[in-house]
């Protein structure tokens, strides 16, 4: 499909947010907002879960889009930050939280609503248990911690040894261009480290 030019679109006022006066999200009738509300009510549906009105989500956004849970600053679009993204929460308890995306996939990975027992900035590690801090984790929706993670590579090593290194082995035969960077970037990075000592 042919874009239509902007000659013979309706004037700039018409193409407001059918929500409110906000501009319009790209080819959307919504802006950013709205349709990131919209977003989350066609999700809901998909997923089976409580639909939330647009009343509801309008009076529920945290104040300046601080995520209750972790209190970073939240975005409205997937683009600018998917971790921060503001995403519905649906409770196991039956209510509806707008917190960011990596408290929710948190929230997921914990039984029941016992994420909302953990001091913020907090992940419980799935495997050993422990209550961590996020940076302990590989990922912002870290689940399983560093230690465990390091763990389970020496038990998969053990198990066969030399598996580890076959399969980098593979890897640089098949990525000769990865690995050209890889080392040109270290070579680059030595230069430097030379020149300054
Ligand atoms: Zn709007
Ligand atoms: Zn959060
Ligand atoms: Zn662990």
Redesign the pocket.
């Known amino acids: 499909m042919s874009e239509t030019p902007d000659s013979v679109l309706p004037p700039a006022e018409e193409r407001k947010c059918c929500k409110c006066c906000d501009p319009r999200y790209k080819n959307r009738p919504y802006c950013v907002r709205h349709y990131r509300f919209d977003q989350m009510r066609v999700n809901s549906k998909h997923r089976g879960k409580l639909v939330p009105s647009h009343e509801w989500l309008e009076a529920n956004v945290p104040a300046g889009m601080v995520c209750p849970c972790c209190t970073r600053q939240m975005n409205w679009l997937v683009s600018d930050s998917r971790s921060t993204t503001i995403s519905i929460q649906h409770d196991h308890d039956g209510g509806m939280r707008l917190i960011c995306y990596s408290c929710n996939v948190r929230h997921a990975s914990m039984p029941e609503d016992s994420f909302y027992a953990l001091p913020p900035g907090m992940s419980k ?1 799935k ?2 248990g ?1 209550v ?1 801090a996020q940076d302990e984790f590989f990922t912002t929706a870290g689940r ?2 560093r ?2 993670n390091r763990d389970t590579f020496r038990a998969w090593e053990a198990a066969s040894p030399g598996r580890d290194a076959a399969r980098k082995a593979a890897w640089r035969a098949s990525n000769p261009e990865k690995v050209a960077e890889i080392n040109a970037a270290r070579r680059a990075r030595r230069k430097l480290q030379a020149e300054l000592s």
């Open positions: 590690c495997c050993c422990e961590k399983r911690c230690i465990c």
